[in-house]
């Protein structure tokens, strides 16, 4: 009897421990996420959820992708087409806005018990690729009055164009085919990134950006040591090498596109700016990655 006293002591223990463990904040160190969509607010508090949100230095539509279990009918309905939407993500308090955009297609299947709603979103309004039927620049024009001339056709405001270099075409230019393509094509020219940030339209060296004062250490959550890369970029007779970082943190929503960080870690140290990167969300981790050059 003594020895059975001892076992359900030893049980009664390890289920006191499992319930101090459930008062614990949901998910990983607190991580927390919200999903807004006009009456539609979904929080990973009450519903599981992840998603992955990419951001870069192009011109061409990034595109979330959500995925929500068992929604109701009246919330999935409410998800429609076109319609804004934004995702609010971090730890405890120290929270922001990773993404904000526009609905582009909203699925849901039923998958045993569970229903599984994914929920697609692009950054930019009508920004997927579109076609230009001709254009025709006299010979002596230059590639950036050719790239301003192609921006203008987004239809969104331009917020910074400092174009680096120049190349004046002896011969006329003739341009058709993708819009965002083109506008690719004579960003490289002018040694630039053309990229689109919270509905504005930025074209600028790759070395510009916005300071936003942050230490990206092990400390503020630098979960591995960065990891070197080197590039190569040609365009006309130009020819770029690009060499930076990939890092890994846990999720943090001041990263995005242009933001210049400080870097400290053993091996390497510095200023440098984000190229590119994707959130991450889902029951196994909260990470942001991200290219510094």
């Known amino acids: 009897m003594n020895r059975a006293s001892q076992l359900i002591t030893a049980i009664r223990g390890m289920a006191d421990n499992i319930e101090i463990q459930e008062q614990l904040p949901d998910g990983l160190f607190g991580r927390v996420a919200i999903i807004e969509s006009g009456s539609v607010n979904i929080n990973s508090n ?34 429609k087409f076109n319609n804004p939407i934004s995702i609010t993500a971090g730890y405890k308090d120290d929270t922001g806005v ?14 045993g018990l569970d229903k599984t709603t994914k929920i697609y979103a692009i950054d930019s309004e009508n920004l997927k690729e579109r076609d230009i039927v001709e254009l025709e620049f006299s010979a002596g024009t230059s590639a950036s009055y050719i790239l301003k001339d192609l921006i203008s056709r987004v239809s969104l405001p331009l917020a910074a164009f400092n174009p680096r270099r120049d190349w004046i075409y002896k011969d006329s230019v003739k341009i058709d085919g993708g819009l965002m393509d083109n506008i690719q094509k004579y960003a490289e ?5 053309v990229y689109i940030n919270k ?14 004062n942050f230490n990206v250490s092990a400390e503020t959550g630098l979960i591995e ?4 890369f080197e590039e190569e970029v040609t365009a006309e007779d130009y020819n770029d090498i690009v060499k930076g970082y990939r890092l890994t943190m846990i999720l943090q929503h001041r990263m ?8 400290q870690s053993k091996d390497v140290s510095g200023q440098y700016r984000v190229r590119s990167g994707k959130h991450i969300f889902n029951d196994g981790e909260a990470i942001t990655e991200i290219e510094v050059i």
């Open 46 to 79: 009450e519903l599981d959820l992840e998603f992955e949100v990419p951001f870069d230095d192009n011109v061409e539509a990034n595109e979330a992708e959500i995925t929500v279990y068992n929604l109701s009918k009246t919330t999935v309905d409410a998800l």
């Open 225 to 228: 040591s960065p990891e070197e």
């Open 189 to 193: 020219v002018c040694g630039i990134s």
């Open 199 to 212: 509905g504005k339209i930025y074209a600028r060296h790759i070395s510009e950006g916005d300071n936003i």
């Open 256 to 263: 995005t596109t242009a933001a210049i960080i400080n870097l």
């Open 98 to 111: 990773i993404f904000s955009g526009y609905i582009s297609k909203v699925t849901t299947k039923e998958d």
